[in-house]
C-alpha cells in the first residue's frame, strides 16, 4: 500500500443528486484506515481561495439522503490558468494534502487532469453528473435520480395532455448527450423521442403523430433533450406548428432534475464509487475515473472519459420506433 498524507475531497461542475453519498463514503474510507480527510468547497474556487477544512465522521453524518452538495460548487476561470493552478497546489500542501478525489464531470476530470500532470499530485475522479456521458462507467452518480424525477413530470403532464387532447413537448437535460431524453420518454412512453445522437426529421415526425391521432389517440407527447439538433422544445414546437398547424404545449424542466433526494441506486453508486477512490488512492493509483461497469469496479484514464464517445443504447431507438 502506497503511503497518503491526507486526501482532499470536492465536488465540481454541475450538481447531482448522489454527491454528499460519495463524499460521505469517501471521509467514512479513509477515516477507517487513519488517513486525515479534508473538504475543499466549491471545487476548484474553494483551492484557490483556501477554503479547505478538515472533516470526521460527524461532518457527514444524515447527508446520505440529501439532494446537491454540502460542498458546494462553483465555477473558477482562475484555475483555468497555470497560476490559478499553482495557487491551489499550494494552498493544498499547507494542509498536507497529496491525494484528491473529485467528484464531478468531464470539464471538472480536465481541471483533475491537468493538476497531476503539472504538480505530479494523486488523484481520481468519480462520475457526477446527471448526464450520464461519461465513458468508463454504465452509470453516473444523478442519473437514476435525474430520470425518475422527470418521469414523475412526464406522468403529471400525460393527464393534463388527455384531458385536453392535446401535444405536449418536454425538454429535459442533455446538451451532447441523450440518455436522459432516451431513458424517460421509453418509460414514459413518449410518441417520439428527439436527441442529439439522431437526425430528427420533422414532416416525419407529423406524419407519425397524425397516424396515431387517426387510430384514436387522446394524448401526444414528445420528449427532447436541450441539445437536439433541430433545437430545443420552442424551437421545435415552431417547426411543428408550421408543418401540421397543430397547437402546442411546452414544458422545459430544467434544474427541477438536479435536485432532490437521490435514489436507492444513486446512494449505493456513489458510495461504492467513493470506497474505491480512497482504495485505488491507496494502491497508488492516480489519473483515473472509478468506475462500474457490468457491476464490476472498473478504472478509466481520465482524459478517455471525455475523449472517448459513450454511446446510447441503439436497440432502444429501434423499440422507440416500434413502441410510439
Not at 478538515?54 to 439532494?67: A, D, F, P, S, T
Not at 453528473?129 to 444523478?142: E, K, M, P, V
Request: charged share 25%; net charge negative.
Amino acid at each position: 500500500m502506497n503511503d497518503i498524507n491526507a486526501i482532499g475531497v470536492y465536488t465540481s461542475g454541475g450538481d447531482s443528486p448522489g454527491m454528499n453519498a460519495n463524499v460521505r463514503a469517501v471521509v467514512k474510507t479513509a477515516v477507517s484506515f487513519n488517513i486525515p480527510v479534508y473538504g475543499i468547497y466549491k471545487g476548484y474556487r474553494g483551492m484557490i481561495d483556501n477554503h479547505i477544512e478538515e472533516l470526521h465522521k460527524n461532518n457527514v453524518m444524515n447527508i446520505l439522503q440529501r439532494g446537491g452538495t454540502f460542498l458546494q460548487t462553483a465555477r473558477s476561470n482562475e484555475f483555468l490558468k497555470p497560476e490559478g493552478r499553482a495557487q491551489a497546489y499550494e494552498n493544498l500542501q499547507k494542509h498536507g494534502i497529496d491525494a484528491l478525489v473529485c467528484c464531478g464531470g468531464d470539464g471538472s476530470f480536465h481541471g483533475l487532469h491537468l493538476l497531476i500532470k503539472e504538480t505530479g499530485i494523486r488523484g481520481v475522479g468519480t462520475p457526477g453528473t446527471i448526464d450520464n456521458d461519461l465513458y468508463g462507467t454504465d452509470y453516473t452518480i444523478g442519473y437514476d435520480t435525474a430520470i425518475n424525477t422527470a418521469l414523475d413530470a412526464i406522468d403529471r403532464i400525460r393527464d393534463t395532455a388527455s384531458s385536453h387532447d392535446r401535444l405536449f413537448i418536454v425538454e429535459v437535460m442533455g446538451r451532447h448527450a441523450g440518455f436522459i431524453a432516451q431513458a424517460v420518454g421509453l418509460a414514459g412512453g413518449a410518441e417520439d423521442i428527439l436527441i442529439p445522437e439522431t437526425w430528427t426529421d420533422i414532416p416525419e415526425i407529423c406524419k407519425a403523430l397524425q397516424k396515431a391521432k387517426d387510430s384514436g389517440k387522446h394524448s401526444t407527447v414528445l420528449v427532447v433533450a436541450e441539445g437536439d439538433e433541430a433545437g430545443g422544445a420552442f424551437d421545435i414546437k415552431r417547426k411543428i406548428e408550421k408543418e401540421a398547424g397543430w397547437d402546442v404545449r411546452v414544458s422545459v424542466l430544467g434544474h427541477i432534475q438536479r435536485g432532490g433526494s437521490p435514489t436507492a441506486s444513486d446512494r449505493i453508486l456513489a458510495t461504492r464509487c467513493g470506497y474505491h477512490a480512497v482504495q485505488s488512492l491507496r494502491t497508488g493509483e492516480t489519473d483515473v475515473m472509478i468506475g462500474i461497469q457490468n457491476d464490476a469496479v472498473t478504472l478509466t484514464p481520465l482524459p478517455d472519459t471525455w475523449k472517448k464517445h459513450k454511446r446510447v443504447n441503439p436497440l432502444l431507438e429501434d423499440l422507440i420506433k416500434v413502441l410510439r
